[in-house]
């Protein structure tokens, strides 16, 4: 079978990864893809929301089954085009996406629907939304509606950060032009619940933790993940259900009803707080870098598993017990400006994904994004695998890359 993969981030590199193993996948294709990548699947020059390309080339190649990583490709309705030309592809409708791609679409829906979720209300211009800032407790969560690439959140702290984030997505249009929702602020720890669904049909993948914050300690700005964990010691048998039964299978019910069925990966932000768990946001695709840790786990074939959700048939999954830790290296300066093209070596190794690289002329991997690698490790315990996956991080030489050593501390120690 020939599978294209739409993407070029870690993500990507960890689903090409997973269907390499698979008896059944003879020819792997990304789009983008990137340098990591091209190890695995040959990889095409087309932008992931390039639409008529990308369906132009899965014709012309004549691709069994379609796998689309980023939001974006989904927002645009890749999914949607590749079924009108009678190609298998493995997402959400444009449609459906709007679960992730417009947060006042979620939190509707969960409002409507009765899903555990945090007070909200959604403002279009600056005035209104400061008048309420200036009633509103602190610290309060502030979400441009849109898609903005994991950094479109701000947790105020006070006033004076309202106001600038209010000022960044409405007056100065830093995401595009949008809405805001402004969230009461919730507390306690944030997991991951990805799940494979077809309709009302819910799936569940392992749990995953990530971890936000630039440095060790959860320390410093907001990134898009510094790294993720899986499984989690916190989340006990009876918060697993809680979130199955009363978040992910209810959203997928409301997707059905609402006339947008969901299929794909839909994936739980979830918070487990002192009043139960609750949903932080929804994302219509596989977490990243989450599902570079859970991916690995799978021992069962992900393409049966892509075409079982397609073909609307039960998929089987079979996972191994071990503990999984990943670390991403990034750009000094990411989640601001940072600068490109440092030569990494010792990046070759299978544990290693690919988030952002790309060759030079010789040959070469050079730094070429924000969040750079993804180094994965697996052992008996959490403890053992951060050691290792540390151990690993200390091989890769590249002189502008920085990482967190403290991936997955929190459920094995107490700071």
Known sequence: MKVLVIGGGGREHAIVHAL??????????????????????????IKDTDVSNLVAFAKD?????VVV??????????????????????????????????????????????????????????????SFVKISPFPTVIKYDGLAAGKGVVIAENYEEAEAALKDMLLDDKYGKGKVVIEEYLEGPEFSFMCFVDGENVYPLQLAQDHKRAYDGD???????MGAYSPLPFITEKDYNEALNQIMIPTAKAMVNEGNPFKGVLYGGLMKTKKGIKVIEFNARFGDPETEVVLPRLTSDIYDAFMAIVNGTEPKLVWDNKCTIGIVMASKGYPGDYKKGFIIENATSDNIY??????????????????????????????????????????????????????????????
């Not at 320390?219 to 993940?225: D, E, F, L, S």
């Open 219 to 225: 320390k410093g700005p907001n990134t898009g993940g």
């Open 61 to 65: 190649e004549k691709i069994d089954l």
């Open 20 to 45: 390499s193993k698979s008896s059944k996948v003879t020819e792997i294709y990304a789009a983008p893809g990137n340098a990591g990548i091209s190890k695995l699947a040959m990889c095409v020059n």
């Open 354 to 415: 690919h988030m952002g690289t790309k060759f030079d002329d010789n040959g070469n991997y050079l730094t070429n994004g924000g969040r750079v690698l993804f180094v994965v490790a697996s052992a008996d315990t959490l403890e053992e695998a951060n050691k290792k996956a540390n151990a690993l991080v200390d091989e890769i030489k590249c002189e502008n890359l920085y990482h967190r050593t403290d991936i997955g501390a929190k459920a094995y120690k107490k700071f």
């Open 69 to 130: 990583g980023p939001e974006a490709a989904l927002a645009v309705g890749v999914v949607d085009e590749m079924q009108k030309a009678g190609i298998p592809a493995f997402g959400p409708t444009k449609a459906a996406a709007q679960i992730e791609s417009s947060k006042n679409f979620a939190k509707d829906l969960m409002s409507k629907y009765n899903i555990p979720t945090a007070r909200y209300e959604v403002f279009k211009d600056y005035e209104s939304a400061i």
